[in-house]
């Protein structure tokens, strides 16, 4: 199993990000994809979640209208458009993949560094 995000960096406020999550290993189709974000001395927080049918999106409060999630389920990858950039942003963004049933499983990526800087 793995899961490795991608497209990070370092960008100015006002800048767009769209950051990857690439999976393997498990039955992507099977999982609902959540994006995580961690700002250093901050407990990591729930940005944004598609369902595994990808009918469904649910986004933080904070991000909303200027995060999308998406995902693609023949590369088995998900996705975070990310606009108008804060430095609010900035914090290691984590890629999750969960499911309920049957039974309850999940996995993490190691993380993509967003830097929203001027």
């Known amino acids: 199993v793995r899961i490795v995000e991608s497209g990070g960096g370092l960008v100015q406020p006002g800048a767009s990000l769209r950051l990857s999550c690439a999976a393997s290993?498990?039955?992507?189709?099977?999982?609902?994809i959540k994006w995580y974000r961690q700002a250093v001395g901050k407990e990591r927080e729930l940005v944004a979640l598609?369902?595994?049918?990808?009918?469904?999106?649910t986004y933080a409060d904070s991000v909303r209208e200027r995060f999308t999630i998406s995902r693609d389920d023949v590369k088995f990858e998900a996705y975070l458009q990310m606009d108008s950039l804060t430095p609010e942003a900035t914090a290691v963004y984590y890629c999750?993949?969960?499911?309920?049933?049957?039974?309850?499983?999940?996995?993490w990526g190691q993380g993509t560094q967003v830097v929203v800087s001027s």
């Open positions: 598609i369902t595994k049918d990808g009918s469904n999106t």
């Open positions: 290993g498990f039955t992507f189709t099977s999982y609902h």
């Open positions: 999750n993949a969960r499911r309920a049933s049957p039974r309850f499983d999940e996995y």
